[in-house]
């Protein structure tokens, strides 16, 4: 049974320039930015989605260094991103934002496309999602960012999943005990809630996200295919392990599984790339050295089949110059050229017979990946860190780890209020894998309850604008910052805590 | 002749700076400036234009904020190892810091896995420090170019 799966290698559709419709302008609608290092969604509080969503990424492409020019195309005006892969700049180093120049085009991209049209300042509160610990100094560039370039009214941080998990629960607000366990792009978090607030002392986070699984994958296969290198790219990557990588409840099961060939043959699942750059590779001949190598073995024979029957021809005009030639063709008799003619023709033959089933097995075998042990290894990473040389923690002895920081009563509670949200965790079997390693943590037959986001990827934007429009909402204004500095941050349940960065003097 | 050799040089990395071939050298990054700027197949109108700079002010922003030199773009970023470093030596114990909140490293014994197919690897070539978890996979080690070998380890972070 042949799995099939073909590659979409979907292309971006830029984004449509919005409409500033005038209710939002008077009644001053919050704004919400889940600012991500995957994707970056955009939109009005008082909406259901939100208007933009797109990768957050610039291509600049500088052409004469001296005159300064630059062809800067934003997000989703990119349509192909491996054609730019190499010109890509993002704000994010790792999951935290350090370049506010990126960020600055990314903002003014977005804000232009909402339809903003107010003179010299935006009149709407801004909820700008953050990583768990941002530094205070990136807060800090970033609030001035914002107040100084863009001269907005109010503004408020937040943590992604707590805007999550808020947004799930019956009444928006934060569970009283709970676990978010977060996976995102460039991470993963475990993060504890505790007394209807985020925990952050205790929180816990594995350096890789859905980032380093697809170039796992793409690692994994280029050294198993190396002639299809440069159509393994980190798009179709990402588009294999969201569509058809699972997470193995049993690691060590299922890979002895896959490695039976039956299992194999069964389960495994053939890639296809519908790309056009194929016949090059064959063009190459970097592929199967076989058809290049028996063509060539075609053509020699050939050319010598040409010389015998020349002979053979020869004898019919003049039988001694006939043998003379044969003699020196290292036969003893006209006979045995001829015998040695006809062998040379079966040769011929059989050398054309394989060479047509090489080409078959070519046109199949081109542009194919096979696709069977890898569909767990990749997503496993996250599990087991060791994997790919992190020397961390995976995510169940995380949770273990976390949970030995409380009362039994509490872990008791938290054991029943697990909440996964994030992109990465879309992955097939991501929950399942979850509760089968809480079932080996906790004490026997103890309850155990995992939930997962409604939608993992958009939770965090709805929960974000839930809060700005509730009572929860806290914000911080330009005064506040006037006064207690740029690193100022008011604390609320959603939100990092403060930590004031002592002066070096 | 000559004129090919300049070519030679300007296609390569270094860049002839003779005064002679300037001209025949800026015709050459215009070109390439079309080649890359057509790759950038969405932006239509960009393409004829060679390659500029979005120059086209955003009403929303504040036109002071250029002006008195707050501009982003000139600057020169920390990344986040100098933010992390720099936030450890300023913060005290038991402050909650961004490097604080790291996994730490894991208390059970890890699982091997052998670098060519994954199964549990429960032997590791002396030579190569590959893993390996039977003897195909260890004849298949043994005749992998080196260059494989480097690029299977770095895939787990470890040196040759």
């Known amino acids: 049974m042949l799995n099939l799966y073909t590659c979409k290698d979907e292309q971006n559709c830029p984004d449509v320039l919005h409409e500033y419709e005038a209710q939002l302008q008077t009644e001053s609608i919050p ?240 890639l296809q790339f519908s790309s056009s750059t194929t016949p090059s590779n064959i063009k190459t001949g970097n592929i199967l050295g076989g058809p290049l190598k028996l063509e060539k073995k075609l053509k020699q024979a050939e050319h010598k089949l040409y010389e015998l029957e020349c002979v053979i021809e020869l004898e019919q005009e003049s039988t001694e110059a006939a043998e003379k030639v044969a003699a020196d063709a290292g036969c003893s008799s006209i006979k045995e050229l001829k015998e040695k003619t006809e062998l040379m023709r079966d040769n011929i033959q059989a050398i054309r017979r394989d060479l047509d089933e090489q080409y078959r097995l070519d046109k199949v075998a081109t542009g194919t990946v096979k696709c069977g042990i890898e569909k767990c290894q990749a997503p496993e990473i996250i599990f087991q860190p060791s994997l790919v040389g992190y020397n961390q923690s995976g995510l169940s002895e995380c949770i273990e780890m976390l949970l030995e920081n409380y009362s039994k009563e509490v872990q008791e509670l938290m054991a029943k209020n697990i909440f996964i949200t994030g992109g990465n965790t879309k992955i097939d079997g991501f929950r399942e894998r979850v509760v089968k390693d809480m079932i080996q943590i906790r004490p026997y037959q103890s309850e155990i309850i995992v939930r997962q986001a409604a939608d993992p990827s958009l939770d965090a934007w709805r929960g974000a604008a839930k809060w700005a429009l509730s009572q929860h909402c806290n914000w911080m204004e330009r005064k506040d910052f006037e006064e207690c500095g740029w690193e100022y941050l008011k604390e609320h349940n959603f939100s990092n805590m403060h930590v004031a960065t002592k002066s070096t003097t | 002749m000559e004129s090919k050799k300049n070519d030679n040089v300007t296609r390569g990395k270094k860049r002839a700076r003779s005064p002679a071939s300037a001209r025949g050298r800026k015709r050459k990054d215009l070109k390439e400036n079309e080649n890359t700027s057509n790759e950038l197949k969405n932006v239509p109108q960009q393409t004829e234009e060679v390659a500029k700079p979005r120059q086209e002010p955003l009403c929303f922003k504040n036109p002071k904020y250029r002006e008195n030199g707050f501009s982003t773009r000139t600057k020169v970023w920390k990344n986040l190892k100098q933010i992390m470093n720099a936030q450890k030596s300023q913060s005290s114990n038991g402050e909650v810091t961004y490097a604080s909140i790291d996994a730490p490293p894991p208390v059970k014994p890890v699982k091997k896995y052998s670098d060519i197919s994954g199964l549990p690897a429960f032997y590791t070539d002396p030579h190569t420090k590959l893993r390996y978890s039977n003897s195909d996979e260890y004849r298949q080690i043994q005749h992998i170019s080196s260059d494989t070998v480097v690029g299977l380890l770095a895939l787990r972070q470890a040196s040759y």
């Open chain 1, 31 to 270: 704004l919400i930015i889940d600012n991500g290092s995957y994707h970056c969604r955009v939109g009005w509080a008082t909406k259901l989605h939100p208007y933009l969503n797109f990768k957050n990424v610039i291509a600049k492409n500088r052409g004469n260094r001296k005159e300064k020019d630059w062809d800067i195309q934003v997000a989703n005006e990119i349509a192909d991103l491996e054609t730019v892969r190499w010109l890509l700049r993002t704000p994010y180093d790792f999951n935290v934002v350090v370049n506010y120049s990126v960020q600055e085009t990314l903002l003014d991209y977005a804000f232009k496309h909402l339809g903003i049209s107010t003179d010299g300042c935006i009149n709407h509160p801004l909820v700008l999602t953050e990583a768990i610990a941002n530094p205070s100094y990136c807060r800090k560039q970033m609030s001035e960012l914002l107040f100084e370039s863009y001269c907005i009214p109010k503004l408020a941080y937040g943590i992604d999943c707590l805007f999550s998990n808020g947004y799930n629960m019956p009444e928006f607000d934060l569970p009283e005990v709970g676990l978010i366990v977060s996976s995102g792009f460039q991470s993963t978090h475990v993060l504890p809630v505790f007394g209807k607030k985020a925990d952050i002392k205790n929180c816990c986070r594995i350096n890789l996200g859905g980032y380093n699984c697809s170039a796992y994958m793409q690692r994994l296969l280029q050294f198993k295919h190396p002639q299809l290198v440069s159509e393994l790219t980190l798009s179709r990557m990402d588009e294999v392990v969201h569509g058809l990588c699972h997470v193995a409840p049993n690691y060590q099961e299922e890979i002895t599984k896959c490695c039976d060939i039956g299992f194999k043959d069964k389960h495994a699942t053939t």
